[in-house]
């Protein structure tokens, strides 16, 4: 069980807009930033947003972050084939157990 | 260009010891923060320690605390991972990932290995 919750699936077509959810608490979204990951079949996950809503470079601008309060939102514009993923939401946990948690990742279908 | 490389996976008997190494290049090794996430297979990530720039301060999953040590060498632009009592449930893939910035309480993790497999079993 993952401390941050996200939707197991997401789909919708090419060229269209889809959002993922990232749910978590006061110790750790609630009062730090939130970072996203991109991870194609069979490789090592990427980068794709820090501190809630910068894109590292290279990051085209169809992927968007946004944190209000607890939960977090990761929105792709413009779908493509080449999107299909599986995306994780990350961020710092200020409890007792200070740590790093991931949510538990959406596998993103293109149709 | 970053490069982060990681070895030691082996195939291990439950209760015994590894040591992982991560070999970073392409980047001022000691000006960042380094983590250490797994993968088990089909499942999802989960964060399994951190160390500062200096070395100064560590901090582990519950998951792995007391059993596991995370250490670096920046002498050597290195990272490590000294894995203890394995159990069958440490089975994944480990990945290095470097923080963005020196300050630890983050986890924006910019540049990741390709990870090192290890299994635990008898």
């Known amino acids: 069980q993952s401390v941050l919750t996200q939707p197991p699936s997401v789909s919708a077509a090419p060229g269209q807009k889809v959002t993922i959810s990232c749910s978590g608490s006061?110790?750790?979204?609630?009062?730090?930033?939130v970072s996203w990951y991109q991870q194609l079949p069979g490789t090592a996950p990427k980068l794709l947003i820090y501190?809630?809503?910068k894109r590292p470079s290279g990051i085209p601008d169809r992927f968007s972050g946004s944190k209000s309060g607890t939960s977090a939102t990761l929105g792709i514009t413009g779908l493509q084939t080449g999107d299909e993923a599986d995306y994780y939401c990350?961020?710092?946990?200020?409890?007792?157990?200070?740590?790093?948690?991931f949510g538990g990742g959406t596998k993103l279908t293109v149709l | 260009e970053v490069q982060l490389v990681e070895s030691g996976g082996v195939v291990v008997q439950p209760g015994g010891s590894l040591r992982l190494s991560c070999a970073a290049s392409?980047?001022?090794?000691?000006?960042?923060?380094m983590h250490w996430v797994r993968q088990a297979p089909g499942k999802g990530l989960e964060w399994v320690s951190l160390?500062?720039?200096?070395?100064?301060?560590?901090y582990y999953a519950d998951s792995v605390k007391g059993r596991f040590t995370i250490s670096r060498d920046n002498s050597k632009n290195s990272l490590y991972l000294q894995m203890n009592s394995l159990r069958a449930e440490d089975t994944a893939l480990y990945y290095c990932?470097?923080?963005?910035?020196?300050?630890?309480?983050?986890?924006?993790?910019?540049?990741w290995g390709q990870g090192t497999l290890v299994t635990v079993s008898s």
């Open positions: 990932a470097k923080a963005r910035k020196r300050v630890v309480a983050l986890l924006d993790l910019d540049y």
């Open positions: 392409g980047f001022t090794f000691d000006d960042y923060a």
């Open positions: 160390i500062s720039w200096d070395g100064g301060s560590t």
């Open positions: 006061s110790s750790n979204i609630g009062n730090n930033y």
């Open positions: 501190e809630n809503n």
């Open positions: 990350g961020t710092w946990d200020s409890s007792l157990s200070a740590g790093g948690v």
